[in-house]
């Protein structure tokens, strides 16, 4: 079975910190996704990583994907509150026929003003 | 991307009744899917709605439970029948663009079941 670790599951801060959120399994994803999630909406896509060591920006956020295409990491920088939400990480499987999205546990980042 | 739209956006119903939520996108589609969530925590999938054929669900639901509906390409319904207090969740459904397994979803339905 595959699983996505994801690390730390609360996370409170305040205004102007750096964090890190960490995505992990033992198996090898096609791709992987992170998105965020804002009470009483759905998920929002920020970002799909799929080459093995790849880094993208999107503005304060840096996401890379590990070299082995197990792993992911969410960095944001100088957080403020309106990146307040749940993150969701999750991996993408397109092996032959067996297409499957596996989807972390996500992580509850509270900005603090 | 995909615009989504979910009817009701909450309910509190009580225990025995069924409920349909309804799923609208606003272009066609192949794979609509049906997701469960508990506030501030990750998605189940529920099941993967394809038309013209039935769902396919996935471990721990079942068809008489939440009996799924796809009459075309923009449309789905989830119906979460004999409903108990433990039903009581966020429901979510999305759409994939094609064949990347990136999903776009729908705002959710917050269900209370009393």
């Known amino acids: 079975t595959q699983l996505l670790e994801q690390s730390p599951q609360f996370l409170s801060i305040q205004e102007g910190e750096n964090l890190t959120v960490y995505c992990n399994s033992s198996?090898?994803?096609?791709?992987l996704q992170w998105y965020r999630q804002e009470p009483g909406e759905g998920p929002v896509l920020l970002v799909t990583?799929?080459?093995g060591g790849e880094v993208k920006k999107l503005k304060r956020l840096t996401f890379q994907f590990g070299d082995a295409r197990k792993d992911s990491s969410l960095h944001i920088t100088a957080a403020q509150p309106g990146d307040t939400g749940l993150y969701l990480c999750?991996?993408?499987?397109?092996?032959?026929?067996?297409?499957?999205?596996?989807w972390g546990l996500g992580t509850s980042l509270a900005v603090n003003p | 991307s995909a615009v989504i739209s979910q009817k009701p956006s909450r309910d509190i119903c009580q225990r025995g009744t069924s409920l349909t939520i309804q799923c609208q996108v606003d272009s066609q589609v192949t794979m609509m899917f049906w997701y469960r969530q508990q506030p501030g925590q990750s998605l189940t999938l529920i099941a993967t709605?394809?038309?013209?054929?039935?769902?396919?669900?996935e471990s721990g639901f079942v068809i008489d439970k939440f009996p799924i509906s796809r009459p075309n390409l923009t449309f789905s319904t989830l119906t979460v029948s004999n409903m108990s207090p433990e039903d009581s969740s966020i429901y979510l459904c999305s759409v994939e663009a094609q064949g990347t397994g990136e999903q776009y979803f729908g705002p959710g339905t917050r269900l209370t079941v009393t």
């Open positions: 198996s090898v994803f096609s791709s």
């Open positions: 709605a394809n038309q013209g054929s039935e769902a396919t669900y």
């Open positions: 999750a991996g993408f499987s397109n092996a032959g026929n067996n297409r499957k999205l596996i």
């Open positions: 990583v799929v080459t």
